[in-house]
C-alpha cells in the first residue's frame, strides 16, 4: 500500500479576472472509516471499502465555476499564441520554481508556510501574466464572450440533456485518449500525450464543446503484483486484493483535474471515459492493470482478441468469481474519481466502462453477456429489469452487492452517468440491457461500419457503412424509448460517444446529417491519433502533419448548443452553409438560444440570420448566434444563410 497522504496541493490560476476562478484548493485526505459525504447524496449507505479509504477533495468548485463567465481561448486570434502560453503559467508553477532555485522540495505543509523567496524569473513571469490579464480583461469586457452553455446538465427524462436555464442542451466535441503510459493526456509540451492550450483553441474554434476524455485503470491503479497472481487469481470470497496506492493515484488524477481545467477555460465541458479496448495491454489492448488478468492458465502474449487466455480474464471479471474482487475494486476507485470531480460543473458526466464485451461466445450468448453488464452497473441488491421489462435479472453470485451506478451515485448525485451496452451493438447489433431504475442516465453508444480497412480505417464499401452507421443510430433510438423507468419518464436521454474513425467525407456527411435531424449529441472519434494501436491512419481529425482531414468541413457545423425550447428539427447543408432550426419556444426559459456559427469554416463572407419567433441580440458575424424568444411567440424558426443579408 502506498502512502495515504500527498504533499499539499496548491492550485491557483493566474489570470483570475479572464477566465475560470482557480482559488487555492489542497485534495485533503478523509479521517480512515469516515463515509463519503455529499449534499443530496442517494440514501444508499456507505460502501466500506470507500470508507476505509481517505478520499481527497476539490474545494467549492461549483461556486467558483459559477463565476467562470468570460474565456481565454477565443482571444487566441487577437493576441496570439503567447497569450495561451503565458495563461498557463500559474502561482504553482512558480512557487514550485522558487522552490527548486532554493534546492527545497515541497513539503506536506507548503500551503501554509510563508512563500518562498521569490526570483527574478518569477517576478518578471508575474508582470507578463498581469500585463495580459489586464489586456485580456478589457477585450473580454467589451466583446461580452460568455459561455454558451455552463453548469451541471442534467437528464430528468426523455431524449434530451438540460442546462440549469433550462434550456435544451446538444453537444459536438470528440474523443481525446492516450492508451500508452502515462495513460493520460495532459499539459507537457514537447510529449506525444501532450494536450496543450493550442488543442484547446482549436476544437473551441471548430465549435467542440465537449472532449470525452480517456483514464485508465492502469494508470489509476497499476498495482504490483503480476498476472494471475494467487492471492488475487485464485477461487475464493472476494476481498480487497491491496493494489491501491494513494500517491500514483494522487499524481494521475492532478494531471487529468489539469486538462479539465484547460478545457474548462475555453467553456468545454469533459466526459471522464473509463477506457479500455480488448480488457489489457497483456493481450494488446488497454485498460486494466496487469494484476487484474487472471487467465487460469498461461500469461498471454502479443495481441489476443478470442481465445482461452483472454476468455477467462473477461469472464473473471464479468463473474467477479476471484479472491481478488475485480468488480469491486474497479468500483471504488471509480467512486474515489467521482468524489473528486463531483463539485465540477464543467465535468459533464462518467463513462465508466468503455464498449464492455465478454468472451468469445458473446454472440451466442448475447442474453448471458448483456445481464453479466447490468449487473455489473447495478449490483445484487439493485438489479435491472431484462430487456422484456417482464422480469429481474439475476445476477452472479459473487457480483458485489452495489454495483457501480450506486456506487458512483453515491460519491457523486450531481453528474450524468454515460452507460454503454455491449461493445457488439457498434455495428447494428440489438442492445438488451433492459431499463436501470436510477437518476441521472444516459443511454451511450457507438456507431461504426464493420466493413473498414484495417490500414486506413475507411470503408471498403461507402454505401454499406452509411446504412450501417445510420441504421445504428435508428436502433438505438427505438431501445432509448423502450428504457423508460419511475425515475425517468420517457427513458434515458441519449448520446453518441464514439463514431466517425474515418475521412470519407460523404459517410461523415450522412451521419453528422443524421444525428442532427434526430437532435443527437455526439463526441468524434478521434481529435488526434496519439500512437494509438487500434486507431488506423486516417481515423483522427487531426492529421500527423498537424492539419485537418477533410472531414472538418462537415463535423465542424451550425448547430444549436442551447434551445430555449423543445428543438422539433435541425440540418445542416455544409456544401451551402445553410441552417434550419425549428422549436416550441419555453416562456419559462429567459436564457437566449445559442446557436454556434462556424465563420472561419463555412462563412468567409459573412452570413444572414433570419428568425421568426425570435429576436437576435448578438453581435452580427459572431460565432455564437444569440437569439431571445418574443413574448408571445409559440414557435421560433431560424434560417441562416451564407453571405450579407442585404445581397439578393
Not at 471522464?272 to 500469461?299: K, R
Not at 481529425?541 to 463535423?555: M, R
Amino acid at each position: 500500500m502506498g502512502p495515504s497522504e500527498r504533499p499539499g496541493d496548491v492550485r491557483i490560476g493566474a489570470c483570475e479576472g479572464a477566465s475560470p476562478k482557480r482559488k487555492a484548493r489542497r485534495l485533503r485526505p478523509v479521517s480512515p472509516g469516515t463515509a463519503i459525504r455529499t449534499q443530496d447524496a442517494t440514501p444508499w449507505p456507505a460502501s466500506p471499502r470507500v470508507a476505509a479509504r481517505p478520499v481527497p477533495d476539490r474545494q467549492a468548485v461549483a461556486s467558483r465555476a459559477r463565476k467562470r463567465h468570460y474565456s481565454a481561448v477565443p482571444l487566441a486570434s487577437v493576441v496570439g499564441s503567447s497569450w495561451a502560453r503565458i495563461r498557463l503559467l500559474s502561482i504553482d508553477h512558480l512557487t514550485s520554481a522558487s522552490a527548486h532555485n532554493h534546492g527545497v522540495p515541497l513539503p506536506s505543509d507548503f500551503s501554509s508556510r510563508a512563500p518562498l523567496p521569490p526570483t527574478k524569473l518569477t517576478y518578471v513571469a508575474l508582470v507578463a501574466i498581469i500585463v495580459a490579464c489586464v489586456v485580456v480583461v478589457g477585450l473580454l469586457w467589451e466583446l461580452g464572450v460568455k459561455a454558451p452553455v455552463a453548469g451541471f446538465v442534467r437528464a430528468p427524462g426523455g431524449p434530451f440533456l438540460y442546462d440549469p436555464s433550462g434550456r435544451v442542451v446538444i453537444l459536438h466535441g470528440v474523443n481525446a485518449v492516450y492508451k500508452r503510459a502515462p495513460f493520460e493526456l495532459y499539459p507537457d509540451p514537447g510529449k506525444p500525450w501532450d494536450f496543450s492550450a493550442t488543442d484547446v483553441s482549436k476544437l473551441a474554434r471548430l465549435g467542440f464543446n465537449v472532449v470525452r476524455l480517456g483514464l485508465l485503470w492502469q494508470g489509476l491503479e497499476p498495482g504490483v503484483a503480476s498476472a494471475n497472481d494467487p492471492a488475487i487469481c485464485d477461487r475464493g470470497s472476494p476481498h480487497n486484493p491491496d493494489q491501491f496506492n494513494r500517491q500514483v493515484f494522487d499524481t494521475y488524477i492532478a494531471r487529468v483535474e489539469r486538462t479539465v481545467d484547460l478545457l474548462a477555460r475555453a467553456h468545454v465541458y469533459t466526459i471522464l471515459d473509463m477506457h479500455q479496448d480488448n480488457y489489457s495491454q497483456l493481450f494488446g489492448g488497454d485498460g486494466a492493470p496487469n494484476w487484474a488478468v487472471c487467465t487460469n492458465g498461461p500469461i498471454p502474449t502479443g495481441r489476443t482478441l478470442h481465445g482461452p487466455t483472454i476468455d477467462a480474464a473477461l469472464d473473471n471479471f464479468w463473474t467477479n468469481d476471484v479472491a481478488g474482487d475485480l468488480q469491486g475494486e474497479y468500483d471504488q476507485v471509480w467512486a474515489m474519481v467521482a468524489h473528486i470531480f463531483r463539485q465540477d460543473p464543467w465535468v459533464l458526466g462518467y463513462d465508466p466502462f468503455n464498449e464492455p464485451y465478454a468472451p468469445s461466445g458473446q454472440t451466442a450468448n448475447a442474453r448471458q453477456t448483456n445481464t453479466e453488464i447490468e449487473c455489473f452497473y447495478t449490483g445484487r441488491l439493485h438489479p435491472g429489469l431484462s430487456a422484456n421489462r417482464k422480469t429481474l435479472v439475476t445476477c452472479p453470485p459473487e457480483d458485489p452487492k452495489e454495483g457501480l451506478v450506486p456506487t458512483i451515485l453515491r460519491a457523486d448525485p450531481h453528474h450524468l452517468l454515460f452507460l454503454e451496452p455491449g461493445a457488439l451493438t457498434r455495428s447494428g447489433n440489438t442492445d438488451s440491457i433492459g431499463p436501470i431504475n436510477a437518476p441521472n442516465l444516459v443511454l451511450n453508444f457507438h456507431a461504426y461500419c464493420a466493413d473498414r480497412s484495417l490500414v486506413t480505417g475507411n470503408p471498403t464499401n461507402a454505401d454499406v457503412c452509411t446504412t450501417q452507421a445510420v441504421g445504428t443510430v435508428a436502433l438505438r433510438a427505438a431501445e432509448r424509448a423502450r428504457l423508460s423507468t419511475p425515475t425517468q419518464h420517457g427513458g434515458p436521454a441519449w448520446f453518441m460517444s464514439e463514431f466517425g474513425a474515418t475521412s470519407n467525407v460523404p459517410v461523415m456527411s450522412a451521419v453528422a446529417d443524421d444525428a442532427d435531424r434526430r437532435l443527437l449529441g455526439w463526441t468524434y472519434w478521434s481529435w488526434k491519433r496519439y500512437a494509438d494501436p487500434s486507431t488506423a491512419a486516417d481515423k483522427s481529425l487531426i492529421t500527423s502533419s498537424g492539419g485537418y482531414q477533410p472531414t472538418v468541413g462537415v463535423l465542424s457545423r451550425t448547430y444549436a448548443q442551447t434551445v430555449a425550447g423543445v428543438p422539433q428539427a435541425m440540418s445542416f447543408d455544409w456544401s451551402s452553409g445553410r441552417f434550419l432550426l425549428t422549436y416550441i419556444a419555453a416562456r419559462d426559459v429567459s436564457a437566449p438560444t445559442v446557436i454556434f456559427v462556424p465563420t472561419t469554416e463555412h462563412y468567409p463572407h459573412g452570413y444572414c440570420a433570419r428568425v421568426s419567433g425570435g429576436t437576435v441580440i448578438s453581435r452580427p458575424d459572431s460565432d455564437h448566434l444569440e437569439i431571445t424568444n418574443e413574448r408571445q411567440a409559440r414557435s421560433v424558426v431560424v434560417d441562416v444563410t451564407a453571405g450579407n443579408c442585404q445581397r439578393p
